[in-house]
C-alpha cells in the first residue's frame, strides 16, 4: 500500500503561482510513476501531469504545458507541481496518484494508477 497526501492548494488570483506537494508513506517508493490529475465541478476527472520513477520522462496535457511543472525527490518521498500562470480555468480540486509502472498513453489514463490522495482544493479567481 502507498499513501499519499496533497497539500498546497488554496485561492489564488489569475496570473498567480502555487506550488502542490504530494508525500508518499507505505511500501517502497521505488519504481513508481507519480502523477497529478485534477477534476473541476461537474466535469470528470482529467490527466494533468505524470513523471517517471528516474524524472527522465514527463508528460503533461496540452492546456498546461509550458505553464505547470511537475518534479520528485525520490530520497524525501515527495512529488510536486509546480503551477505558474494561473487560469480560472485550472481550478479543480488535484489530486496526487501512483502507478506501478507503465508508459505513454497509459501514464494518462487515471486506470494506470492504483493509489491515489485524497485531493487538494485550488480556486484561481479572475
Known amino acids: 500500500q502507498v499513501q499519499l497526501v496533497e497539500s498546497g492548494g488554496g485561492l489564488v488570483q489569475a496570473g498567480g503561482s502555487l506550488r502542490l506537494s504530494c508525500a508518499a508513506s507505505g511500501r517502497t517508493f521505488s519504481g513508481t510513476v507519480m502523477g497529478w490529475f485534477r477534476q473541476a465541478p461537474g466535469k470528470e476527472r482529467e490527466f494533468v501531469a505524470t513523471?517517471?520513477?528516474?524524472?527522465?520522462?514527463?508528460y503533461y496535457t496540452d492546456s498546461v504545458k509550458g505553464r505547470f511543472t511537475i518534479s520528485r525527490d525520490n530520497a524525501k518521498n515527495m512529488v510536486y507541481l509546480q503551477m505558474n500562470s494561473l487560469k480560472p480555468e485550472d481550478t479543480a480540486v488535484y489530486y496526487c496518484?501512483?502507478?506501478?509502472?507503465?508508459?505513454?498513453?497509459?501514464?494518462?489514463?487515471?486506470?494506470?494508477?492504483?493509489?491515489w490522495g485524497q485531493g487538494t482544493q485550488v480556486t484561481v479567481s479572475s
Open positions: 496518484a501512483a502507478a506501478n509502472g507503465g508508459s505513454g498513453w497509459w501514464l494518462r489514463q487515471g486506470g494506470a494508477y492504483a493509489y
Open positions: 513523471i517517471t520513477w528516474s524524472a527522465g520522462n514527463t
